[in-house]
């Protein structure tokens, strides 16, 4: 069973800040996950990352894949109250068969 | 197809009474997923379908708990005998998988209340 450790667990901020959280584990994966949740709300998927050394962006979101595929970074720029949420990294191990595994999340609040 | 959808949304139960949720995939989508997720954690895997065969169940799935999918398109869960420790968000999840990612599409959850 694969350790998935997320952090910060908590981070709240002011409006305009930047942030990074982060996704680490000692275990190789083949892609990984980013959601981001709302409270009462299921998780919405925000990218997949596939390839060692990947950076993929979503307007002011960009998420990186570790070289050796074993953790990942999300960095949020200029944080805005509607980035507040759960995020949640998901990576996936093909010997994991068709399962993934969740972090326990960083529960990010921006302030207005 | 506008995503996964599940119903109900809330429910509230007492203790020893039995409880079923829906889930509606996304139309093409031919693996179907339950999690449970309890208030300041990430969704932990229940089982997962693939058309109609149920292939994997987490030992979280207790003899009380069981799904279905009979025709591989909506799935139902059930609960019986409901504790207040069964409390939490399901959620369902649908996905696609193919070469090197795998892709899951959550639907709203439905968030259960034991008293």
């Known amino acids: 069973t694969q350790l998935l450790e997320q952090s910060p667990q908590f981070l709240s901020i002011q409006e305009g800040e930047n942030l990074t959280v982060y996704c680490n584990s000692s275990s190789v994966f083949s892609s990984l996950q980013w959601y981001r949740q709302e409270p009462g709300e299921g998780p919405v998927l925000l990218v997949t990352v596939v390839t060692g050394g990947e950076v993929k962006k979503l307007k002011r979101l960009t998420f990186q894949f570790g070289d050796a595929r074993k953790d990942s970074s999300l960095h949020i720029t200029a944080a805005q109250p509607g980035d507040t949420g759960l995020y949640l990294c998901?990576?996936?191990?093909?010997?994991?068969?068709?399962?993934?595994?969740f972090g326990g999340g960083t529960r990010l609040m921006v302030k207005p | 197809d506008t995503g996964v959808s599940q119903d109900p949304r809330h429910k509230i139960t007492k203790r020893g009474q039995n409880v079923t949720f829906r889930c509606d995939p996304i139309?093409?989508?031919?693996?179907l997923y339950w999690y449970r997720q309890t208030l300041g954690q990430g969704p932990e895997f229940l089982t997962y379908f693939q058309n109609e065969a149920q292939l994997e169940k987490s030992r979280l799935l207790s003899d009380r708990f069981s799904a279905e999918r009979p025709k591989g398109s909506f799935s139902t869960l059930e609960i019986q005998r409901t504790e207040q420790g069964d409390s939490a968000m399901y959620l369902c999840?649908?996905?696609?998988?193919?070469?090197?990612?795998?892709?899951?599409?959550f639907g709203p959850g439905t968030r259960l209340t034991v008293l």
């Open positions: 139309s093409e989508h031919n693996r």
């Open positions: 999840a649908s996905s696609l998988a193919y070469r090197g990612r795998l892709e899951q599409f």
């Open positions: 998901a990576p996936w191990a093909l010997e994991a068969g068709n399962m993934l595994t």
